[in-house]
C-alpha cells in the first residue's frame, strides 16, 4: 500500500485543527474532571429501607457512579445546609460513607426549607436525594443538572410533630400540654405514643391514625416541673424513620413561676392582685422582681423593681392619658383618668423616661434599663381603681414590662415542619431539567485558543515547507 | 497568461499567508465592526412600595427608548419585582418592543407582585435563568437599591460569571434636608363605645423645619396642627379622637410639609375597634310602633328604624344587625336583597329574621335570595296534605264600581286577590274558578290546573254585570268540592252583593259541614245581613271577613289563605332549649309560649337553639358566609305577645342582637398579630367548652379580607394548648378585616398592614450596588447615554467563527490552486503525446 503523500498528511492535520476549532469542541483532561455533588441531607435522607438508611445508599451509589464517570474532583455540598460542604478527590470515593455520616447523626437540624439558589455556579452539577421533599420537582426543572441519583422507597411514616406547654386555666399550679402526631404515609398507623418527665413516664395512648391526618392528646404537668419532657412514638423502629418519632421540651421552672420580693406597706389591693396573678410566688429574699412601696428610692438593684412610692396627698390627673411608644409590646389595659389618683406633690423626673402621662404629668416612670426600676406614681389603693377589671391587667402589665418576659400567659412549644417527615419520594423528571446555559468554560475557551495557536504553528511550518519545496523545484529546473 | 515557476510559488504563499493572518485574528477574536450583535436585554424593575410610581414608569420610557438603538433582532424581556419577581414581557425583539410598548407611559402591570418587600437577589437570579447566554446581553436595574429582603451581595460577584453588563438605573437621592416622620402612633387599639381617647404621635425632623401634622378618622379629618422642630429632632403630638361609634374605625394620620406629595412614607394608620352595643338596622311594616324598636331604643342599642319603602344599600355600611321583621320577600326589589347578602356574606354583619304570617313559607321564602342566607328552609319537614280551593266570585253589576280610593274595580281588585292567592298553592293542588251573578258560571272546573297564574294573567277578563244570588253558586262549589280527592276543601268567596236568608241556605250548611268544606267569605261593603253567612263560616274551620277597605281585599286573602296552605302552627307552643347559645340564659327557666309558628326546617348546618315539642326550629342560627343569621320563625311581634312581657325579654332581646351582631367578638377567641418580614403573623388564643379551657383543635379556619374585598382562606395551627398560629402574606396597604367563625363562635377585627421595612429603607443606603459599582461589577445608567452588552471575551464567538471559516477556505483554495498549478504541465504534455499518436 502506497504511504500517504506527508506534505497532504501535515495539510489533512491543520485542516482537522481548524475544524475542531469551529465545532467548539471543548477540552476535557483526563486527570481532571470535576463536579459538585448537591447531596440531600434532609431528615427524611435518614429513613431506613431494607437495604439500610437512604444516606449510606446514596453515599454508596455516588462514589460508584463517581468513579464509573471518570469524576477526579468533587465538590459535596449539602442541599439543605449551606455551611456544609466536602472536597474530595478520586482516591477519596471509599470513605464517602464515612465523610458524609456527621451530617446524618442525630440532633437538632435547623432547616429553613430553602434549596440552593438558581443558577447554579458554572460547572457540571450532580444531585443525591430521595425526592421527599416536594420543592425538588421544580428545582430540578431549572437547574440544570448532569446528573441525579435518587434513592429509597418506603412511603409510611408517622412522626412526633409538636409539643408545647402552657399554664392551665383551670389550675395555675398546672401546666397543660399538647403532642401532636402525624401519619404522613398512605395506611393507617397504630402507635403507642408515651410521654416522660426525665426518665419518669408520665402517660401514654395507644394511638390509630388515619393516612394524612395529625391527632393530637393533651397532659397536664405540675409547673414547678423541671428537666425535660419528651413526648416518643412506640415501638421504636415501627416506620421507617425513627429519627422524627420524638421530641422533647427542655423545661426551666423559672419560665413559668415569677419570684417576687415584696418590701414595705403596700395597699391591700395590690397585695390581693399580686397574689391572685397566676404564676407569682412571694420569695423571701432576692426574687425575679422586686416590688416595694417604700418611700425610699431602691438603689444598687440586682433585679428589676416596681416602686410604688406612698402618697402622702393626691390628686386626679388631668389631660390625655398617653402611653409611650416604647411601651408598645404590652397589652396595656384601657384606663380613664377618672378612676386614677396621683401624688400632689411635684416631683422631679431626673432623666427617667416616662412610660404613662396624664397630659404633661407622668405617671408611671423608667428609670434605666439595665435592670428597669418602674416608678409609678399612681395611688394603688385608690378605691376607683381597684374596682376595675383593669386593676389587675395594669399590675400584670407593669411585671410582664419590667421582667421583659410574659408572667400571665407564656407558652413554651418546640415542633417540627411536617414536611420533613414525610418519606414518600417524588420520581424526580430529570429529562425535563433546563440545562443552564453558562456559555463555554474558560477551560474550552482556553482549549480553543490553543488549537488555534497549534494550527497558527502549523500553518507557518507548512509556508516553510512549501516555500523551500517550491526553492528547491525551481533549483533542480534550473539545473536541468 | 504564462505560466512559470515563480508564479504558483508566490500564489501558495500568498495564499498561507492570508489563512495564516486569519488565524491569528481568530486568535484575537475582535468584534464585528459592521454588524450590532443581537442582544439579551433585561430590565429589573424595582416595584417596591418604596419607589416613585413617576420614577418608575420615568425609567421604563428611557429604558424602551434606549433599547431602539440596539439590533433589531435583540431580545428583551422584563421582570418586575418587589417582595417575589414576575416575568412581565418574555423575550420580544426589540421592534416588537417598540411596536407594543414604545408609546405606552408605563410599564405593563398584568401579573400581581408584592409590593411590600425589596428583593433584588431573587430577581436577579430570575434575570440570569432568562438570559440567553448565546447572545449578547445586558441587564439594566432600574430601582432605588435598597433591599428589604434577600442578600444582593451573593448574587453580585456572579455577574462576572457571565458575559453582561449590569446597568443600574437609581431615584436621585432625598435633599439634604431629611423629610420628616411621623416614628410612632400609640393608640389604643380597642376602646369602649363613647369613649374619645388620646392618641399620640412621635415625630422627627430637622431642627427648624415646619410640618403639617392630620389626623382623619374613617376618612373625616378631626385633628390637624402646625408644628415647628426645635433643636431636638423628636417631638411628641397629643391629639383627642372624637366619640367613637362601636364597630372598626381607621385612623390615618399624615405630615405634611412644603410641596412633597402625599406618600407612604408619610403616614401612618392604626386601627381601633371599639366595642359597644351593635348598631341596628331595622326592616319592618310598623318601624314606628314595633315593640322590638321600642324596647331596644330604650336599652340604649342605636337603631335605625325604617320600613321597606326607605331602605337604601347606603345604611348597611353602618350596621352591625339588621333585623327583618316579618317581611315578605316581594317588600324589597331583589337588588335590595342582593346587597344584604353582600353586606352579611362579605362584610360580615348579622342578619336577625324575626317571622311572623308574612314571613317564611307565608312570605314567599321559598328558593329566594332571602333564604339562601336563612338557617332554615321555609318549607315543613311533613309535606302538607293536597288542598281543593273553589274560588267563588261575584261578578255582579256592583262589582264593576270603582274602589276609593284605589281607583281601580271591585271586580279588578278581586282579580288580583284571585292571583296573588294562587301563588299560595301547589301544582298539586286542586283549584277551580265559579263566577255568578245571579246563575252561576263554572269558568275553571275543580282540577290540578299548574299554569293557573298564567291562565289567570292572560285569559281571566269579566265583565261586571246582573244581580246577585248567592245560594246556586254555593251548591255548584259544595258539589263540585264534594268530588275532590284533596281532604281539605276550602271555598273562598268575595262577593258584594246580597245574602240569602238563613232557612235558605241550611242544606248548604249541611253538605259543608258533611263534606269537611272550610267557607271563607270576604265580603265587600256594607251587607244588610251576614248573619246567614256567619251561620255557614262557622262550620269547620271557615271566616266570614268583612271588608269595609277594598284594597284590603288581596292581602286579606292571602292571609286567609296562607294560615290554611302554608306550614304554620297556631295556638300555644313551649319552646324548649335543644343547643345552647351565649345568650340562651334560660335553659333552667321556663320559656313562655308562643302563640304560633311558621313551619321550617333547618339547613345542614344550621344549629337549633330552641325548638317546638314537634321539633320544629324555633329559633335557629348558623353562618352565612361571614356573617351570623339568626332566623326565628316564630317572630317577636304578633305570635310572641308572652315573651314581650317576660320579665327576661330585654335580656333575650338585647342577648339576641349582640349574638348575632358583626362587631362581636367572643370572649372564647383573642386574635394579635405582627408584621414580619415573612408577613403578617397571627396568634390565636381560643377557649372551648364549660367551665372554659384550652381549644385543643388540630387547626382553626380563618378568613381574612384584604382592602380590595377578596376573602383569603387560612388555616391556623396548633401550637400549644388554646394557641394557634398562621402567617398571612398581604399584597397592599391597607385596612385588612379577619373573621372566626366558627362552631358558633364569631371573632371580627381589623389590622392596618404597611409595609414598615420599606418605610425604614428609606433611611438606608444601598451599600451592596454602590460598592458594586466602585468596583465596576455595575455601571450607574445615565439615560442619555446608549446601553452596550457585555463583552466578556467568550462572548464574541460570532467573530472567531466567522475568522476562522475564512481561514480554511483561504487555505483550502490554496491547495486546491496549488495542485492545480502544479500539475498542468504534466497534463498538456500527455495531451500533446497522445495527439502525435493519432
Not at chain 1, 431528615?43 to 444516606?55: C, D, F, H, K
Not at chain 2, 360580615?348 to 336563612?374: N, V
Not at chain 2, 305577645?641 to 362587631?663: C, F, H
Request: hydrophobic content about 40%.
Amino acid at each position: 500500500m502506497d504511504r500517504a503523500d506527508p506534505p497532504w498528511r501535515l495539510r489533512a492535520l491543520i485542516v482537522s485543527l481548524m475544524l475542531a476549532t469551529l465545532s467548539g469542541m471543548s477540552w476535557t483532561r483526563p486527570d481532571g474532571h470535576r463536579a459538585t455533588v448537591w447531596f440531600d441531607d434532609s431528615l427524611s435522607m435518614n429513613t431506613v429501607e431494607p437495604a439500610g438508611a437512604r444516606w449510606s445508599l446514596a453515599a454508596a451509589r455516588l462514589a460508584s457512579f463517581l468513579g464509573r464517570e471518570g469524576i477526579t474532583h468533587a465538590d459535596i455540598r449539602s442541599l439543605n445546609h449551606p455551611d456544609r460542604q466536602l472536597q474530595l478527590d478520586g482516591n477519596q470515593w471509599n470513605d464517602l460513607g464515612a465523610r458524609l455520616a456527621p451530617w446524618f447523626r442525630p440532633g437538632k437540624r435547623e432547616i429553613d426549607g430553602k434549596l440552593p439558589p438558581l443558577p447554579l455556579p458554572p460547572g457540571e452539577h450532580w444531585l443525591v436525594t430521595d425526592g421527599a421533599n416536594p420543592l425538588l420537582v421544580s428545582w430540578v426543572a431549572k437547574a440544570g443538572l448532569k446528573q441525579i441519583i435518587q434513592v429509597g422507597e418506603a412511603t409510611e411514616n408517622s412522626a412526633v410533630t409538636g409539643l408545647g406547654l402552657r399554664r392551665s386555666l383551670s389550675s395555675p399550679r398546672r401546666l397543660e400540654g399538647v403532642i401532636r402526631v402525624m401519619n404522613s404515609g398512605r395506611q393507617v398507623v397504630d402507635r403507642k405514643l408515651v410521654l416522660k418527665h426525665d426518665k419518669r413516664q408520665l402517660e401514654h395512648w395507644e394511638l390509630s391514625i388515619p393516612p394524612g391526618n395529625t391527632i393530637s392528646r393533651g397532659f397536664m404537668l405540675p409547673a414547678d416541673s423541671m428537666g425535660h419532657i419528651t413526648a416518643t412514638l412506640l415501638p421504636p423502629g415501627a416506620d421507617p424513620l425513627p429519627s422524627d418519632d420524638q421530641l422533647e421540651l427542655d423545661l426551666k421552672a423559672s419560665e413559668w413561676i415569677v419570684k417576687i420580693s415584696l418590701v414595705g406597706n403596700c395597699p391591700p389591693a395590690l397585695d390581693a392582685a399580686l397574689a391572685a396573678l397566676p404564676g407569682i410566688t412571694l420569695a423571701m429574699g432576692d426574687g425575679d422582681l422586686l416590688v416595694t412601696c417604700s418611700s425610699r428610692r431602691p438603689d444598687n438593684r440586682k433585679a428589676p423593681v416596681l416602686w410604688f412610692p406612698p402618697m402622702t396627698s393626691t390628686l386626679t390627673p388631668e389631660g390625655p392619658l398617653t402611653w409611650s411608644s416604647s411601651s408598645i409590646g404590652i397589652d396595656w389595659p384601657i384606663l380613664d383618668t377618672r378612676w386614677l389618683r396621683t401624688s400632689a406633690e411635684n416631683s422631679s423626673s431626673g432623666d427617667a423616661q416616662s412610660l404613662l402621662s396624664a397630659g404633661l404629668h407622668p405617671l408611671i416612670l423608667q428609670h434605666g434599663n439595665n435592670p428597669p426600676l418602674l416608678e409609678v406614681r399612681l395611688d394603688m389603693g385608690a378605691v376607683g381603681l381597684i374596682e376595675q377589671p383593669a386593676y389587675p391587667l395594669l399590675i400584670a402589665g407593669l411585671l410582664e414590662y419590667a421582667i421583659k418576659r410574659a408572667v400571665l400567659d407564656p407558652v413554651e412549644t418546640v415542633h417540627r415542619d411536617p414536611l420533613e417527615s414525610r418519606i414518600e419520594p417524588i420520581r424526580l423528571d430529570w429529562s425535563e431539567s433546563r440545562a443552564i446555559h453558562h456559555g463555554q468554560s474558560k477551560d474550552a475557551t482556553s482549549f480553543s485558543a490553543w488549537l488555534l495557536a497549534l494550527t497558527l504553528g502549523l500553518l507557518l511550518y507548512d509556508i516553510v515547507r512549501a516555500t523551500s519545496f517550491q526553492h528547491r523545484r525551481g533549483t533542480r529546473k534550473a539545473t536541468k | 497568461m504564462k505560466f512559470t515557476p515563480s508564479a504558483p510559488m508566490t500564489f501558495s504563499t500568498g495564499g498561507r499567508l492570508t489563512a495564516i493572518l486569519l488565524v491569528l485574528l481568530a486568535l484575537w477574536n475582535p468584534s464585528l465592526p459592521l454588524k450590532k450583535a443581537p442582544l439579551d436585554c433585561i430590565i429589573l424593575l424595582d416595584e417596591s412600595t418604596s419607589m416613585a410610581q413617576e420614577f418608575i414608569n420615568a425609567g421604563w420610557r428611557k429604558a424602551v427608548q434606549a433599547t431602539a438603538d440596539l439590533s433589531a433582532d435583540s431580545h428583551f424581556s422584563l421582570i418586575r419585582f418587589g417582595a417575589d419577581s414576575a416575568i412581565e414581557i418574555d423575550t420580544v425583539t426589540t421592534k416588537q418592543l417598540q411596536a407594543i410598548f414604545g408609546k405606552q407611559p408605563s410599564p405593563p402591570r398584568t401579573i400581581a407582585i408584592n409590593p411590600n418587600l425589596t428583593d433584588i437577589e431573587q430577581s436577579l437570579r430570575r434575570a440570569f435563568l432568562q438570559l440567553n447566554q448565546e447572545e449578547n446581553s445586558l441587564i439594566l436595574l432600574i430601582s432605588d437599591g435598597v433591599e428589604t429582603s434577600g442578600t444582593l451581595s451573593k448574587v453580585l460577584p456572579l455577574i462576572s460569571e457571565f458575559p453582561t453588563k449590569f446597568y443600574w438605573l437609581r431615584p436621585p437621592r432625598p435633599s439634604s434636608m431629611s423629610r420628616p416622620r411621623i416614628l410612632s402612633l400609640a393608640v389604643p387599639n380597642r376602646t369602649l363605645s363613647g369613649q374619645a381617647p388620646p392618641i399620640t404621635f412621635e415625630l422627627q425632623g430637622d431642627s427648624g423645619l415646619q410640618a403639617m401634622i392630620t389626623a382623619d378618622l374613617d376618612g373625616s379629618p378631626f385633628f390637624n396642627k402646625k408644628i415647628r422642630f426645635s433643636d431636638t429632632s423628636s417631638l411628641s403630638v397629643t391629639a383627642q379622637l372624637p366619640t367613637l361609634a362601636p364597630g372598626i374605625h381607621l385612623l390615618s394620620t399624615r405630615i405634611r410639609w412644603g410641596e412633597e406629595p402625599d406618600s407612604f412614607s408619610t403616614s401612618r394608620h392604626a386601627v381601633i375597634q371599639t366595642l359597644g352595643p351593635a348598631r341596628v338596622l331595622y326592616i319592618g311594616r310598623k318601624p314606628t310602633t314595633s315593640p322590638v324598636v321600642g324596647d331596644l331604643k330604650r336599652g340604649g342599642w342605636p337603631v335605625h328604624a325604617l320600613d321597606p319603602a326607605h331602605f337604601r344599600a347606603g345604611l348597611l355600611e353602618s350596621t352591625d344587625t339588621i333585623i327583618i321583621d316579618d317581611l315578605p320577600v316581594e317588600s324589597l326589589p331583589e337588588n335590595a336583597w342582593q346587597q344584604i347578602r353582600e353586606a352579611v356574606t362579605r362584610q360580615g354583619k348579622g342578619l336577625l329574621l324575626l317571622g311572623g304570617p308574612h314571613a317564611f313559607g307565608g312570605g314567599g321564602y321559598r328558593g329566594s335570595t332571602l333564604e339562601e342566607l336563612l338557617p332554615l328552609i321555609s318549607e315543613s319537614r311533613i309535606p302538607l296534605p293536597r288542598a281543593a280551593v273553589m274560588f267563588l266570585l261575584d261578578k255582579s253589576g256592583s262589582m264593576g264600581r270603582d274602589a276609593v280610593p284605589a281607583g281601580r274595580s271591585r271586580m279588578t281588585i278581586a282579580r288580583q286577590a284571585v292571583q296573588e292567592a294562587v301563588k299560595l298553592l301547589q301544582p298539586e293542588d286542586e283549584t277551580g274558578l265559579i263566577v255568578f251573578d245571579t246563575t252561576p258560571t263554572t269558568l275553571l272546573p275543580l282540577a290540578t290546573h299548574p299554569d293557573l297564574p298564567e291562565w289567570i294573567d292572560r285569559k281571566f277578563r269579566l265583565q261586571p254585570h246582573g244581580g246577585t244570588r248567592l245560594l246556586p253558586a254555593l251548591e255548584t262549589a259544595v258539589q263540585s268540592l264534594g268530588k275532590a280527592e284533596s281532604k281539605q276543601r276550602i271555598i273562598l268567596l268575595i262577593s258584594d252583593g246580597y245574602i240569602e236568608k238563613k232557612k235558605d241556605l241550611a242544606p248548604v250548611a249541611s253538605l259543608l259541614k258533611e263534606q269537611g268544606i272550610d267557607l271563607v267569605a270576604l265580603i265587600l261593603g256594607e251587607s244588610p245581613d251576614m248573619s246567614p253567612l256567619e251561620q255557614l263560616t262557622r262550620i269547620n274551620a271557615g271566616r266570614l271577613l268583612p271588608i269595609s277597605e277594598v284594597i284590603q281585599l288581596p292581602s286579606l286573602v292571602h292571609e286567609e289563605l296562607l294560615k290554611r296552605r302554608t306550614a304554620i302552627r297556631l295556638g300555644e307552643t313551649l319552646p324548649e332549649v335543644k343547643e345552647r347559645a351565649d345568650f340562651l340564659f334560660g335553659a333552667s327557666l321556663p320559656w313562655p309560649p308562643l302563640d304560633g309558628y311558621a313551619v321550617t326546617r333547618a339547613k345542614p348546618d344550621a344549629h337549633i337553639h330552641l325548638v317546638s315539642r314537634d321539633g320544629d326550629p324555633l329559633l335557629a342560627s348558623h353562618f352565612a358566609g361571614l356573617g351570623k343569621v339568626v332566623a326565628l320563625p316564630a317572630g317577636l311581634d304578633q305570635w310572641a305577645p308572652r315573651w314581650q312581657r317576660w320579665n327576661q325579654w330585654g335580656r333575650l332581646l338585647g342577648g339576641l342582637v349582640e349574638w348575632t351582631s358583626g362587631n362581636r367578638n367572643d370572649k372564647e377567641l383573642a386574635v394579635n398579630w405582627r408584621i414580619t418580614t415573612a408577613g403578617v403573623k397571627l396568634t390565636i388564643d381560643a377557649l372551648e367548652g364549660q367551665p372554659p379551657g384550652w381549644n385543643t383543635s388540630e387547626s382553626f379556619d380563618l378568613v381574612i379580607q384584604d382592602p380590595g374585598g377578596r376573602a383569603t382562606s387560612l388555616k391556623a395551627r396548633l401550637m400549644a394548648p388554646g394557641r394557634f398560629h398562621a402567617l398571612f402574606s398581604p399584597q397592599v396597604a391597607g385596612l385588612y378585616h379577619l373573621f372566626i367563625n366558627r362552631n358558633g363562635q364569631h371573632h371580627h377585627s381589623g389590622f392596618f398592614y404597611q409595609p414598615v421595612y420599606e418605610q425604614e429603607a428609606l433611611d438606608k443606603h444601598p451599600e451592596a450596588l454602590e460598592s458594586a459599582v466602585t468596583k465596576g461589577i455595575v455601571i450607574p445608567w445615565d439615560p442619555g447615554t446608549p446601553l452596550k452588552a457585555g463583552n466578556g471575551q467568550w462572548k464574541q464567538a460570532g467573530s472567531r467563527f466567522i475568522l476562522l471559516l475564512l481561514a480554511l477556505f483561504t487555505y483550502l483554495s490554496t491547495l486546491v490552486m496549488e495542485r492545480e498549478f502544479l500539475t498542468a504541465p504534466r497534463c498538456l504534455k500527455k495531451i500533446t503525446e497522445w495527439k502525435n499518436k493519432s
